[in-house]
């Protein structure tokens, strides 16, 4: 069986370090994931004003949600949080109320920085989110990649072979996480 998988990079960075590592991450994952990008940079910022008529832009995100079967978020630390531009998007997807896209949806959570921590403190609190969103998490493995210039190159490959295995495992591990929680928890045919 193939599961669609949406990918959040939550850069909104032309260069994002992010960006490269869901190429990468793309090229390494089981062939039964088929990833694809849901993208945030066009969504307005989010007011509850917008929950009567949702614009054409907050519902083409959550039909890009309902359309796949796990979300994959792939994002760096800005000062010690998710980016805004993420939480933004998060926002429009966990609205209007009672219609909460995230709701028993699979995820997964990895990101990278140049900094020691390597995204660790921002996936926290993105893990906290997600929870109240009714999202059911890989706990384990964590995935804190720092990046050092030249990690990837420019068609997406990783050039260290430990990093490679590690992002491989990283994606084999979610396509059985998304198996068990389908399993217990299938999802909800309007
Ligand atoms: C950063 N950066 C950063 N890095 C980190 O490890 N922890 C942090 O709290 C922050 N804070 C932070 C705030 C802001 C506003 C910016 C722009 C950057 C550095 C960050 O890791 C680096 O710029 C990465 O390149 C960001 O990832 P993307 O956007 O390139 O994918």
């Known amino acids: 069986t193939t599961y669609k998988v949406g990918y959040f990079v939550g850069s909104l960075a032309t260069a994002s370090i992010n960006r490269m590592l869901s190429e990468a991450l793309i090229r390494l994952a089981p062939p039964e994931l088929e990833l694809v990008e849901i993208p945030i940079k066009e969504l ?16 083409a995100l959550k039909d890009a949600i309902a359309s796949v079967d796990a979300v994959l978020f792939v994002t760096p630390e800005y000062n010690r949080s998710i980016p805004g531009g993420l939480k ?3 926002d429009w997807a966990s609205r209007p109320p009672g219609n909460n896209s995230f709701a028993r949806k699979p995820s997964a959570v990895i990101g990278a920085s140049p900094g020691r921590l390597g995204t660790a403190i921002a996936q926290q609190h993105l893990r906290s989110v997600l929870s109240y969103c009714n ?26 072979d430990s990093t490679a295995r590690f992002l491989q495992h990283f994606m084999e591990e ?6 068990r929680v389908l399993t217990v928890l299938p999802p909800q045919r309007l």
């Open 135 to 160: 999202s059911p998490q890989m706990n384990a493995p964590e995935a804190y990649i720092r990046f050092k210039p030249g990690l990837f190159t420019d068609a997406g490959e990783v050039t260290d």
């Open 88 to 90: 933004n998007a998060i």
């Open 44 to 59: 307005p910022l989010y007011s509850y004003d917008y929950d009567a008529d949702y614009p054409v832009e907050g519902r």
């Open 174 to 179: 979610f396509r059985t996480f998304i198996v």
